[in-house]
């Protein structure tokens, strides 16, 4: 748990058990945290984000869609993948285990 208000982030330790921390890059170095939640205002979200993909995701496959994603936001830009796609390739994906579970063809519809 991470905020720079000292006497809410002490309560909050006290009541959770949490660790805490002053500073989002210390709790981001901290090898022992397990999840990040940032509820921060929009406009200092992006930033927050962008330093947990760095600092968590170094050299991860994922890290570039990721970042990419997280500035789509932060800029209001549409993404090189909509939501739309991924749908879809869930949809196909779906398909495949179907087909594969029941080695038979299955229909797949428009692509």
Same mark, same amino acid.
């Given at each position: 748990m991470c905020d720079n208000l000292p006497a809410w982030t002490r309560a909050k330790s006290?009541?959770?058990?949490? *660790?805490?921390?002053?500073?989002?890059?210390? &709790? &981001?170095?901290?090898?022992?945290?397990? @999840?990040?939640?940032?509820?921060?205002?929009?406009?200092?979200? @992006?930033?927050? @984000?962008?330093? @947990?993909?760095?600092?968590?995701? *170094?050299g991860k496959s994922m890290r570039r869609e990721v970042q990419h994603f997280v500035r789509c936001i932060a800029q209001d830009t549409q993404p090189w993948v909509t939501g739309e796609d991924g749908r879809e390739d869930v949809r196909v994906a779906v398909k495949c285990y179907e087909s594969a579970k029941t080695g038979r063809p299955v229909e797949i519809g428009a692509i």
């Open positions: 006290r009541q959770t058990g949490a *660790k805490t921390y002053m500073d989002y890059e210390k &709790l &981001l170095a901290d090898p022992n945290v397990e @999840a990040i939640d940032i509820t921060l205002p929009h406009y200092l979200h @992006a930033r927050v @984000a962008l330093a @947990a993909i760095e600092a968590r995701w *170094k």
